[in-house]
């Protein structure tokens, strides 16, 4: 393991300014997003979106420090035959890949999964590399409800996350470890911060155990919010507060960076709340986005399928890039965000 390398790796993927782009969805994900905006998912479609997102190249690389990708599009060509790892490295960005197979139902656990893909993993990573990843990503879910999360979920979720984890610093891969609390239900804003503040703490505990070495790695956490069907929602700032206050109480300040998932926040809320938690500054780590639906529902609703569209869906997505590379400076407002537009 070259730990000076994932930690260049690692500074990059999260350096101020700029964030990474999500693009990682599976073939069932994307295809819930194109039947949204009227679009067939066949692998050309999925081709040309990714190529159009990718070719974007101003924003990505002024302000995308990085793109997940997802197994079929590490593997594709653009139109012209350029692999699309080539895209994402000639702007500038670094190209990574989602590796775990998905959430599973955990047995003796109705309503809670746990992430799988640990089998022939250390193979499938060596592949990757060859095929120019430089990171990883693997996302484990946690559910609240009445009387869930379990111990069981958030100890076995955080033990994969943790063997993920070494596996691919092992084969230099810096990996983003998410283990993303979600924000489906009623629960408030302290059941979050309670059950992120539990999953976090168990989740370092067990990278500890697996030997990971936190200077090369990035965390993908949630945000601390209410539950999207809670009575009593927050304001922008005292979700930045809570955010930052157990992540301070969570994540020690060897790991260089920490970028966030959106996970169902509409994409100014996304940005807001992250220029919020700048605003407040005092962390020791680079703090940024990993977003995908907050980047990607602009420009996918300007694309619609058309070719015509590609250049109002390109805007689109450098507006929301540029958004949220200013949020990571807490340089964004609300008159910005509306100049800009
Ligand atoms: P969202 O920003 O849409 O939550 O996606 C980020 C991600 O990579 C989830 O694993």
């Given at each position: 393991m070259d730990l000076a390398e994932l930690n260049k790796v690692a500074v990059a993927m999260t350096a101020p300014g700029k964030g990474i782009l999500?693009?990682?969805?599976?073939s069932g994900t994307i295809k819930k997003r194109f039947d949204a905006i009227g679009v067939e998912s066949t692998e050309e479609t999925r081709r040309d979106y990714r190529e159009f997102l990718f070719r974007t190249v101003k924003a990505m690389h002024d302000r995308i420090s990085g793109v997940i990708l997802y197994d079929e599009t590490i593997r594709q060509k653009a139109a012209d035959g350029t692999p699309l790892v080539k895209l994402i490295e000639e702007a500038g960005s670094i190209p990574g890949i989602k590796v775990d197979a998905g959430a599973k139902p955990l047995a003796f656990a109705p309503g809670e999964t746990v992430t799988e893909g640990l089998d022939g993993l250390r193979d499938r990573l060596i592949e990757y590399r060859g095929l120019g990843a430089k990171f990883c990503k693997w996302r484990a879910v946690i559910h609240i409800g009445?009387?869930?999360?379990s111990y069981d979920c958030v100890n076995s979720n955080a033990h994969a996350l943790a063997r993920y984890a070494a596996l691919c610093q092992e084969q230099d891969l810096v990996p983003i470890v998410e283990p993303e609390v979600l924000?489906?239900?009623?629960?408030?804003i302290e059941r979050c911060e309670a059950v992120t503040e539990w999953v976090l703490k168990t989740v370092f505990q067990e990278l500890y155990y697996a030997r990971v070495k936190l200077e090369g790695m990035v965390l993908k956490p949630n945000m601390i919010v209410p539950g999207m069907d809670c009575a009593t929602q927050a304001s922008d700032d005292e979700i930045a507060e809570k955010t930052i206050r157990i992540l301070k109480e969570c994540v020690p300040s060897a790991v260089p960076g920490i970028a966030f998932l959106s996970g169902g926040q509409s994409d100014v809320e996304a940005t807001a709340r992250l220029d919020a938690m700048h605003r407040i500054g005092g962390f020791p780590w680079n703090l940024t986005f990993s977003y995908g639906r907050a980047l990607q529902h602009a420009p996918q609703v300007a694309w619609s399928?058309?070719?015509?569209n590609v250049p109002a869906a390109q805007a689109a997505f450098a507006h929301r890039a540029e958004m949220n590379g200013l949020a990571t400076l807490g340089k964004w407002t609300p008159e910005v965000e509306k100049q800009a537009a």
């Open positions: 999500a693009a990682d969805e599976s009445a009387g869930i999360p924000m489906n239900g009623d629960h408030t399928g058309k070719a015509e």
